[in-house]
């Protein structure tokens, strides 16, 4: 790929979680770092993800980009591949103790995979896990097609789901901590 189409692909990598954040959250979100086997499926994803930075103020608009997906979850590991343009752009691993992460140069530095992991886990893991993984002062509440994590009461992150199971079909999620939207398309491909 030509350095010009790579830099103008660039504004496309805000992957959700994995994009900056347009203000910086009055409040840290709990890292999860939950492992692979707890989600108790195997899952195999092909998604597009569509993130749209909420503005900070009055008079700014927000900026939307979308990027594909390859997800593989088993209970050795977490895969993900990021791609744009056809090139990957970044991959991920978990397997439940160490992150791995390998980067294209050009991505930009707050594509932060941590929080890629996070949110995964957020919106798939079971309600138990990821209740059991919570600091003090943070709570999950769950009906059939809405998760809210709240702290001390406040609504910080909330996921609509279009399908049951809740990797099927479309996802929907607010991160009023950090600032975004981030829509999820997800078709298996087993």
Known sequence: MRRRELIALVPALGLAACAHTVRPPALQLPALKLAPASLGASLSLAQRLTVRELPSGAGETAAEHSIDVQLQIDAQALRLAAF????????????????????????????DAARVLRDIQLCYWPLDA?????????????ERSRRVLSHEGSPQVVIDYGADPHW?????LDNRAEGYRLSIESTTTE
């Open 84 to 111: 744009a343009l056809n090139q990957r752009v970044m991959t991920i691993v978990w397997d439940g103790r160490e992150l791995q992460v390998q980067r294209h140069p050009m991505l930009p530095a707050e594509v």
């Open 130 to 142: 990821v209740r059991g993984a919570l600091p003090e002062g943070w709570t999950l509440d769950d």
């Open 168 to 172: 099927q079909g479309r996802a929907e």
